[in-house]
């Protein structure tokens, strides 16, 4: 048996093990109110609850200010692990998903797959989803109609926005969508805040004072943060980047084979990234913070 294997299976047992004591799904006893943010986190519809107790998503949204009504945008939402929570609960309390992925027209044969997934997904249960609308992420393109958004969530793709070169766009279009006191949240790997920033996030790691830095010339007003996703065991030093640790463990460069005989137990250890979470708004007058700042002298 290979390393990897081990390894995955080692922490697979180990999340299991402690998915009831920290957010796992309860049992049919405890079962919440159908609509509740919490009766969504524990639909059998969900992607990967057993990363639950790294991401904590109920305090996580209720943090960000998730509320019945909203209309919230996922950039990038990826298989939609965020999305498989969002959907159902929006769905069921009167607000929308948007989902806004890649330019297909542009998309690598990889970013398509991960889109097809997606769709496929959540496409095949309207009942349960509703229905999702969806938007294009580029260098050029709005997110939704000017003010019309009450939430968007950047969920550990900060550096990938980066490596695409669209990060700067995409916190600008983000304040156009947003509604005057509309809340930007960021889930993001977090680097330590010393030496220089990689403008591209080759780790997958983002210092906190570069992602704050985005938003603020975006326009945003700083809100808060909070250390609920936060990993002192991770040093942030990995041979293969943020994807070293679970749940990728990688074991050899993008791009490359597998390699048997690297050895990801240490890094199954660790558990997954530690993470900034972060909440901006965008001000209630809808001018740029800056903006407003330089006109209250």
Same mark, same amino acid.
């Given at each position: 048996?290979?390393?990897?294997?081990?390894?995955?299976?080692?922490?697979?047992?180990?999340?299991?093990?402690?998915?009831?004591?920290?957010?796992?799904r309860s049992d049919e006893a405890d079962a919440p109110e159908i609509g509740s943010l919490a009766w969504a986190v524990q639909g059998p519809w969900r992607i990967e609850p057993e990363r639950d107790p790294w991401r904590h998503p109920v305090a996580t949204l209720q943090f960000w200010g998730l !509320?019945?009504?909203?209309?919230?945008?996922? %950039?990038?939402?990826?298989?939609?692990?965020?999305?498989?929570?969002?959907? =159902? &609960?929006?769905?069921?309390?009167?607000?929308?998903?948007?989902?806004?992925?890649?330019?297909?027209?542009?998309? #690598?044969?990889?970013?398509?797959?991960?889109?097809?997934?997606?769709?496929?997904?959540?496409?095949?249960?309207?009942? #349960?989803?509703?229905?999702?609308?969806?938007? *294009?992420?580029?260098?050029?393109?709005?997110?939704?109609?000017?003010?019309? *958004?009450?939430?968007?969530?950047?969920?550990?793709? *900060? /550096?990938?926005?980066?490596?695409?070169?669209?990060?700067?766009?995409?916190?600008?279009?983000?304040?156009?969508?947003? !509604? =005057?006191?509309?809340?930007?949240?960021?889930?993001?790997?977090?680097?330590?805040?010393?030496?220089?920033?990689?403008?591209?996030?080759?780790?997958? &790691?983002?210092?906190?004072? &570069?992602?704050?830095?985005?938003?603020?010339?975006?326009?945003?007003?700083?809100?808060?943060?909070?250390?609920?996703?936060?990993?002192?065991?991770? /040093?942030?030093?990995?041979?293969?980047? %943020?994807?070293?640790?679970?749940?990728?463990?990688?074991?050899?460069?993008?791009?490359?084979?597998?390699?048997? /005989?690297?050895?990801?137990?240490?890094?199954?250890?660790?558990?997954?990234?530690?993470r900034m979470t972060l909440k901006f708004r965008k001000p209630l007058d809808g001018r740029p913070a800056q903006a407003a700042a330089q006109a209250g002298k």
């Amino acid at each position: 048996m290979s390393a990897p294997t081990l390894s995955r299976r080692v922490f697979s047992a180990f999340i299991a093990a402690t998915a009831v004591g920290c957010g796992g799904r309860s049992d049919e006893a405890d079962a919440p109110e159908i609509g509740s943010l919490a009766w969504a986190v524990q639909g059998p519809w969900r992607i990967e609850p057993e990363r639950d107790p790294w991401r904590h998503p109920v305090a996580t949204l209720q943090f960000w200010g998730l !509320k019945p009504g909203q209309s919230v945008l996922e %950039v990038l939402p990826g298989r939609g692990w965020y999305a498989s929570i969002l959907a =159902p &609960y929006l769905a069921k309390n009167s607000g929308r998903l948007i989902a806004a992925g890649f330019d297909p027209a542009t998309a #690598t044969p990889a970013q398509k797959a991960v889109m097809a997934e997606f769709d496929a997904r959540f496409s095949r249960d309207p009942n #349960t989803f509703g229905r999702i609308d969806h938007a *294009v992420v580029s260098a050029d393109a709005d997110l939704a109609r000017a003010s019309s *958004v009450d939430l968007i969530i950047i969920a550990n793709n *900060v /550096n990938t926005l980066m490596a695409e070169g669209i990060a700067e766009h995409v916190f600008h279009a983000s304040f156009a969508a947003l !509604k =005057p006191g509309g809340v930007l949240g960021i889930e993001q790997h977090r680097a330590p805040s010393n030496g220089v920033q990689d403008p591209l996030a080759g780790s997958g &790691y983002v210092q906190e004072p &570069y992602v704050r830095l985005l938003a603020q010339e975006a326009g945003f007003e700083f809100v808060a943060s909070t250390d609920i996703n936060a990993n002192p065991r991770d /040093n942030h030093d990995h041979p293969f980047g %943020v994807w070293s640790l679970p749940p990728s463990l990688r074991s050899s460069p993008l791009g490359q084979p597998d390699n048997p /005989n690297f050895n990801t137990a240490p890094y199954a250890a660790i558990g997954e990234s530690d993470r900034m979470t972060l909440k901006f708004r965008k001000p209630l007058d809808g001018r740029p913070a800056q903006a407003a700042a330089q006109a209250g002298k």
